[in-house]
């Protein structure tokens, strides 16, 4: 399906690519396994992690947006040329939790990202430069990254490491 540029196709998307990614990850023999070598993220665990984190890293972004504000991106310490550490950073942070709690965890932020989308409207989602936070782009870019394109990532990675 193409990127999304309205709020229907947004959470359609969203939820499709999510429903996909959990049905991946329930059909596998042992979900627990370790990936083959090559990848950070080792295991579903892992990749569930680095999902939370953004989910939480978008929800911020949002949250202080939303009062006026210039959000720290990606991350309070981090410029997008380090994305790299942050990632590391995060899947660290992951290498403390069980795949069910991280799991739990994902689903609790993917419900309050879709929270989001469904309070905008389309216009409020997908008009560039309506919110001085978001630079030049619009709020509903921001949340296809933070969502469907990331849940096919993930998606990808997982039935790659898998075979």
């Given amino acids: 399906m193409a990127r ?3 709020k229907e196709s947004l959470i359609t998307l969203s939820q499709s690519s ?4 959990l049905s991946l990850i329930d059909s596998l023999p042992d979900p627990k396994a370790e990936f083959p070598s090559g990848t950070m993220n ?6 569930l992690g680095h999902l939370h984190h953004w989910h939480l890293l978008m929800l911020e972004w ?17 410029s997008w040329k380090e994305t790299p550490e942050l ?3 995060i899947w660290e942070e992951c290498q403390h939790s069980t795949l ?3 799991r739990q965890r994902l689903i609790n932020s993917y ?3 879709q929270e989001i989308i469904k309070s905008h409207t ?21 949340l296809v990254s933070a969502t469907s394109s990331h849940y096919e990532w993930a998606f990808k990675l997982i039935k790659k490491a898998s075979k």
């Fill in 111 to 113: 419900n309050q990202i």
């Fill in 100 to 102: 069910s709690d991280t």
């Fill in 62 to 78: 949002y949250k202080t947006g939303s009062k006026g504000e210039k959000p720290a991106m990606p991350a309070t310490g981090y």
């Fill in 122 to 142: 389309n216009e409020e989602l997908f008009e560039k430069k309506k919110y001085k936070w978001t630079g030049t782009t619009s709020l509903g870019a921001y």
């Fill in 18 to 21: 999510f429903n996909k990614l």
């Fill in 87 to 89: 990632n590391k950073k």
């Fill in 4 to 6: 999304p540029t309205n």
């Fill in 42 to 47: 080792r295991n579903v665990r892992d990749v």
